[in-house]
């Protein structure tokens, strides 16, 4: 996953509106976002390398959403998979800040990454690079390959068209949250990161969706999440920059299980 953007609480109508694109290698295979069958409160995309995910919620209101750090130093592979780290959570019934802490006494066998985790009323920020945690403030933020709300051109641009939009609508339309994340405007140079991957690759990793030879948006995700903890959660799936699928789900937040 390599873009979230979202709204948190401030809004008249939802707790939680999240619209994300998930930027991958084309040839990972990967199954569209289901209920688990090992985990049938569970609904998320799965990473069949792997098996964990990038993001997802359960039926009980757990959520957990996950990036990559970029940079030459905290790319080097490592065993552990950061796509368990969501499904970990996810799966499992640990408090968040509880769950933090047992991955901070390890975070040195993960790559970098970013990781929301929480549910619609509470969602908490950790990263492994600098071992740090905080509670997310309700309004607009985003998220990319750096840290929360780092002000890289595809984060400044998504979380300007979202806000925009939560902020003068009370009813929300997910097409409209697709259209927003399906911009492709490529940054000036002036304003780009440098993360050590080159200037031209920095160029087309620098807009909200990303279609490459062989990488890019593999999908888009609106989550929406009500006053009255309704759930709609839509997986829109691309492949080499063409729309394969859609698949909407709906549910009300049931009580945590024992």
């Known amino acids: 996953m390599c873009l ?7 809004h008249p109508n939802y707790k939680l509106i999240v619209a994300a694109n998930r930027d991958e ?4 295979p990967t199954a569209m976002a289901h209920f688990w069958e090992d985990y049938p409160q ?8 792997k ?6 919620i359960t039926k009980q209101g757990r959520f957990a959403a996950l990036t990559n750090y970029r940079s030459p130093v905290h790319m080097q592979r490592k065993e552990n998979s950061r796509g368990k780290i969501v499904s970990g959570y996810l799966t499992g019934h640990t408090s968040p800040k509880d769950y933090i802490e047992g991955i901070n006494k390890n975070n040195n066998l993960y790559s970098g990454f970013n990781l929301l985790i ?9 990263n492994n690079i600098e071992n740090s945690s905080y509670e997310v403030r309700p309004g607009t933020h985003g998220l990319s390959n750096h840290f929360l709300n780092t002000p890289w051109p595809k984060v400044v641009n998504g979380k300007n068209l979202l806000h925009h939009y939560v902020t003068t609508h009370e009813t929300l339309q997910p097409e409209v949250l697709f259209n927003l994340l399906a911009n492709d405007d490529v940054a000036e140079d002036v ?11 920095e160029r087309q990793l620098s807009s909200l969706f990303i279609n490459t030879a062989d990488y890019g948006t593999r999908c888009s995700t609106v989550l929406l999440v009500t006053k009255h903890d309704d759930v709609i959660f839509i997986e829109r799936t691309f492949y080499e920059g063409k729309f394969v699928d859609d698949r909407q789900f709906k549910f009300r937040i049931q009580p945590p299980l024992d």
Not at 4 to 10: E, G, K, L, S, T
Not at 118 to 126: A, C, D, E, S, T
């Open 4 to 10: 979230i953007n979202f709204h948190y609480h401030n």
């Open 42 to 49: 569970l609904l998320a995309g799965r990473d069949l390398e």
């Open 191 to 201: 304003n780009l990161p440098h993360t050590g991957i080159g200037l031209e690759l």
């Open 118 to 126: 929480g549910n619609p009323n509470q969602l908490i920020y950790y």
């Open 51 to 56: 098996q964990g995910t990038w993001l997802g």
């Open 25 to 28: 290698f084309y040839e990972r």
